[in-house]
């Protein structure tokens, strides 16, 4: 394997003293990057189990990539792409990144998955930058891979959910898993740390699919048991089969609290179904209506116009992701390597998503720690918009 030390010299430029940067340029040799493009790849579900929590993602990156490149790139490089579908398989997604690495010869992955954990040790093991959504423990464990948010972690919690759904009422909950996967378990597993430290009881957990799981006989069981709180690895689309089960039960849930959802679309959709789910997000949200969002906005009408209304989570999850990447090519220099990729990400202190991050991360320290300050939103009772909660931003302690 390769050290990153050996592949800087490997692909090092070779730039004669005094020659100017555009005369460098043409002469770097890392894979991927050419004198006139770098091109990256993109790893994301397009299809499978987490295609709809990845829907925008693309239409994300392509707005990011698309403002960088009417602005003349990165050193004067255009950066491109070429993708794959790895339909929500940790097989079809080392399949994917071998064919992006590989066939493609891309410099670096933009990754939007759940099974990302498919390809982590390969992309390690060959020293390639990876930047996206950190929702699998694997994102934690290897030094090339970069995320703005690490939603779960192998050991200890963190005391924001707990104390959130102890403020809102909630005193003996419900855990609803779609799967249970590595990652499922270790969310599962925090979530009830967290709850159980603010004094919550977590009196039931489900293993839940949307289409075989008798929702009715799951509420009934939630009712007979005194649950008035649901959390968990929730999809929207199994929500949208529970809630209105419980309601019809007559089963007083005071909190509902999920990490996915926050959608207009899905509100045009299920809006109703989903009256009073408390969504948490690792960005700013756009009811917040800031000079961060008018930029995304502006972008996503002018290069991902398909997207309708382009105000969704997993738009802003590309555009994060790919502004990640954009931010370690300029760390990397005007002569760009994997390695120097890598180093130079690893060595920014401040990096606040121009302004979409509720707080600045320090990409040298936040590997590996989970994310403990979040913003929440409520769905309003008529389902027709999210309303932020007051205080919108909080942030809980780590519990080990």
Partial sequence: ???????????????????????????????????????????????????????????????????????????????????????????????????????????????????GAGSAQYLDDHDIPVVGVGGEIAWTQHPNMFAWSYYTTSAGSNSVWGELIRSQGGTRAALVDMAMSEAIQNFHRQLAESLEAAGVQVDQTFNVTAGTTNFESLVRQMKAAGIDTLTGSIFPDVLARILPAARAAGLDLKVVLSPLGYDQTLLGLIGPQLAGT??????????????????????????????????????????????????????AGPCPTRAAFIQGLRAVHDYHGDGLLPHPIDFATNRGHLSGCYDFVRVSEDGSRFVPLQPVSRCGEPLR
């Fill in 1 to 115: 394997m390769l050290s990153l030390g050996s592949l800087a010299m490997l692909t090092a430029c070779d730039s004669p003293s005094g020659s100017d940067e555009r005369t460098a340029a043409l002469s770097c040799t890392a894979p991927g990057v050419s004198g006139s493009e770098i091109r990256a790849g993109l790893l994301f579900s397009d299809t499978g189990a987490g295609q709809s929590a990845f829907q925008a993602f693309r239409a994300g990156v392509d707005a990011r990539l698309g403002v960088v490149n009417a602005e003349g790139g990165v050193n004067g490089r255009k950066v491109v792409y070429s993708w794959y579908d790895d339909a929500t398989d940790p097989a079809q997604n080392l399949v994917g990144a071998q064919t992006l690495v590989g066939s493609d010869a891309t410099f670096g992955i933009i990754e939007g998955t759940t099974t």
């Fill in 278 to 331: 408390v969504i948490y997000l690792d960005f700013v949200p756009f009811e917040a209506n800031t000079p961060a969002h008018s930029r995304l906005l502006a972008a996503m009408q002018m290069y991902s116009p398909q997207i309708q209304p382009p105000a969704q989570q997993s738009a802003v999850f590309g555009w994060l992701s790919a502004d990640i990447f954009l931010r370690g090519l300029e760390a």
